[in-house]
């Protein structure tokens, strides 16, 4: 199985500040990443698809980057309503697998 | 407007039964695979079944393998998920979610919770 490795575990930033997250996988997996943001007490929403590709609806301050086996999502100026978990997700190969991922909150 | 609303959810022992339903609204049911994903109590995302449009095709994790079964009704719109020999590892929030291609998950249900507990 694809092992995706998140990092950092926990980001604590001010609003206005930019930040990326990290996300590493145990083998190449070409674009076949995907990136979702769950807040609290809610469902997983899609943010990007195939590492880089837009979603419609989603605020122009989130984008992603990345090939292979190293991926990242930056967020350009931090909002208050931005604060959550942030998962990636694979689907190079079967099992599809979720990264552990990032907790991005308040300083 | 997709929706999706899963069902079902409860408490219950080990070696038990259990089955979900997802009723979907919003889009052409019979044009989209459909997967099930569970986060466990930790936060950790778990994708355990995968149904093709017409359900010629599922998919499943070896840890659930052989446990659960991924079916569909294209005529009323809805998912399933037949759970079985349960675990306590089991123990999750369980999502239904549209599964584009089998690739990316664009819209997910709000979720239905599985305890098993003795």
């Known amino acids: 199985d694809i092992v995706l490795t998140q990092s950092p575990a926990t980001l604590s930033v001010t609003p206005g500040d930019s930040v990326s997250l990290s996300c590493r996988a145990s083998?190449?997996?070409?674009?076949?990443l995907h990136w979702y943001q769950q807040k609290s007490h809610e469902s997983p929403r899609l943010l990007i698809k195939?590492?880089?590709q837009s979603i419609s609806g989603i605020p122009s301050r989130f984008s992603g980057s990345g090939s292979g086996t190293d991926f990242t999502l930056s967020i350009n100026s931090v909002e208050t309503e931005d604060f959550g978990m942030y998962f990636c997700?694979?689907?190079?190969?079967?099992?599809?697998?979720f990264g552990g991922g990032t907790k991005l909150e308040i300083k | 407007e997709v929706q999706l609303v899963e069902s079902g959810g409860g408490l219950v022992k080990p070696g038990g039964s259990l089955k979900l339903s997802c009723a979907a609204s919003?889009?052409?049911?019979?044009?989209?695979?459909m997967s099930w994903v569970r986060q466990t109590p930790e936060k950790r995302l778990e994708w355990v079944a995968y149904i093709s449009s017409g359900g010629g095709s599922t998919y499943y994790p070896d840890t659930v393998k052989g446990r659960f079964t991924i079916s569909r009704d294209n005529a009323k719109n809805t998912l399933y998920l037949q759970m079985s020999s349960l675990k306590s590892e089991d123990t999750a929030m369980y999502y239904c979610?549209?599964?584009?291609?089998?690739?990316?998950?664009?819209?997910w249900g709000q979720g239905t919770t599985l305890t098993v507990s003795s």
């Open positions: 195939y590492a880089s």
């Open positions: 997700q694979q689907s190079n190969s079967w099992p599809r697998t």
């Open positions: 979610a549209r599964h584009r291609t089998g690739n990316y998950f664009d819209y």
């Open positions: 919003g889009f052409a049911f019979s044009s989209y695979d």
């Open positions: 083998q190449s997996i070409s674009n076949n």
